[in-house]
Nanobody
Framework: QVQLVESGGGLVQPGGSLRLSCATS????????RAWYRQAPGKQRELVAS???????VYADSVKGRFTISRDNAKNTVYLQMNSLKPEDTAVYYC?????????WGQGTQVTVTS
């Protein structure tokens, strides 16, 4: 019924910026949280940022001050603005949505930060 599709990943130099988008097919009327996770090869998947239904946000310490999670309710889209990117940010980024009766994941989008 509902799918999450990430886009906006790519290759960028250190210090550069990218904006990831997570488009929602169908509709999610109510959710507990929307979040971005990332996973590098050989590493555990980790929470990058989340936003609750009420709009409160949580960020990993490693991205505070650099990344911003936001929503466009009219477009049913969640964004992750990533600034001052570092090589350690290289990973596959996944969109997540959790609500009553669902726990959805996108397929992921690759972000590579290299000079």
């Amino acid at each position: 019924q509902v799918q999450l599709v990430e886009s906006g990943g790519g290759l960028v130099q250190p210090g550069g910026s990218l904006r990831l988008s997570c488009a929602t097919s169908g509709s999610i009327f109510r959710f507990y949280s929307r979040a971005w996770y990332r996973q590098a090869p050989g590493k555990q998947r980790e929470l990058v940022a989340s936003i609750s239904f009420g709009g409160s946000t949580v960020y990993a310490d490693s991205v505070k001050g650099r990344f911003t999670i936001s929503r466009d309710n009219a477009k049913n889209t969640v964004y992750l603005q990533m600034n001052s990117l570092k090589p350690e940010d290289t990973a596959v980024y996944y969109c997540n949505a959790v609500g009553a009766g669902y726990d959805l994941w996108g397929q992921g989008t690759q972000v590579t930060v290299t000079s």
